[in-house]
């Protein structure tokens, strides 16, 4: 299985770390998932699985957060073969832009046709708690970065980036799983400050219903590369100024782990029906 000269023309890196990982693997995963903060131990729950840390695939950035594994664990959920990214680097660690997207791209370059990005959220939208769980519908991307600039950019349309029948799938999956699914726009800021009260407001001015610090650049990446693109934030806090309490990572992976059990249930239901989907 060759790197495409699609994606090696976009990152030759890939070559080397698509043959450094594929004979690890027990099968050509389908779906790929990338697991954010404190939501990791999903990949452990996969039939067959097989953990490749990240310090052994070339060019793979490591995770310095805590609640981020550092793991590609490629195993099976029911007749679909999964790859999961058990942690992510982002911007505000210093990475640059295409060290950030290179796990999600690094996905497709192993055969993923669908990726599913989860994460760790402030939530905005009224009725939001923490632990609730919200399928992300389209992004306001504020971090001042975009993967695809460049020297070889291309215009990329942005209209549906999270997929349709996705969302659809996620929909039902929480309908069966009895999880409820709150939905919305999801801002992904540089971070690592959290919010200021006056920048959530104008966020929810802007029409944002949740907050992070990841998600955007992975999505615009895959979108680039026609990949289906799903994603689920995990509401960990309310943004700041919503509540008045000060804002903490600890608590935000306390709460990322209170939400495992819903999380797990329907990211596993909705991987299930992925599979019955037609080719996008
Ligand atoms: N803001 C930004 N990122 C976050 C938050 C938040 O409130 N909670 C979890 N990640």
């Given at each position: 299985m060759p790197v495409s000269e699609a994606l090696a023309a976009v990152d030759p890196r890939l070559t080397e770390a698509v043959r450094a990982v594929r004979t690890l693997l027990p099968r050509v995963p389908q779906v790929g998932i990338v697991l954010g903060s404190g939501l990791g131990a999903f990949g452990e729950s996969l039939e067959g699985a097989v953990s490749i840390p990240f310090s052994s695939i070339p060019h793979l950035p490591r995770p310095t957060v805590a609640g981020h594994a550092g793991n590609l664990t490629v195993g099976s959920l029911a007749t679909?073969?999964?790859?999961?990214?058990?942690?992510?680097?982002?911007?505000?660690?210093?990475?640059?832009?295409?060290?950030?997207?290179?796990?999600?791209?690094?996905?497709?370059?192993?055969?993923?046709?669908?990726?599913?990005?989860?994460?760790?959220?402030?939530?905005?939208?009224?009725?939001?708690?923490p632990g609730s769980l919200l399928l992300v519908t389209d992004h306001l991307n504020l971090t001042g970065q975009n993967p695809i600039a460049g020297p070889s950019y291309r215009f990329v349309d942005m209209t549906h980036v999270y997929d349709v029948e996705l969302g659809d799938a996620a929909r039902q999956a929480a309908r069966t799983t009895g999880v409820s699914l709150a939905e919305g726009v999801y801002a992904g800021l540089l971070g690592?400050?959290?919010?200021?009260?006056?920048?959530?407001?104008?966020?929810?001015?802007?029409?944002?219903?949740?907050?992070g610090m990841s998600t955007v650049l992975e999505a615009i990446a895959l979108r680039a590369l026609s990949v289906r693109v799903g994603a689920v934030s995990c509401i960990t806090n309310l943004a700041a100024g919503i509540s008045g309490a000060a804002l903490s990572h600890h608590e935000v992976e306390q709460a990322a782990n209170a939400a495992k059990h819903s999380f797990e249930a329907l990211l596993r239901e909705w991987v299930t029906r992925i599979s019955v989907m037609p080719e996008g």
């Open positions: 679909v073969s999964v790859a999961c990214l058990r942690g992510r680097v982002h911007l505000y660690e210093g990475h640059a832009v295409r060290d950030v997207v290179f796990g999600v791209r690094l996905l497709v370059a192993l055969g993923c046709r669908a990726v599913l990005l989860t994460n760790a959220a402030g939530g905005i939208q009224k009725g939001l708690a690592p400050s959290y919010e200021t009260p006056a920048e959530v407001r104008m966020l929810r001015t802007l029409g944002a219903d949740a907050v």
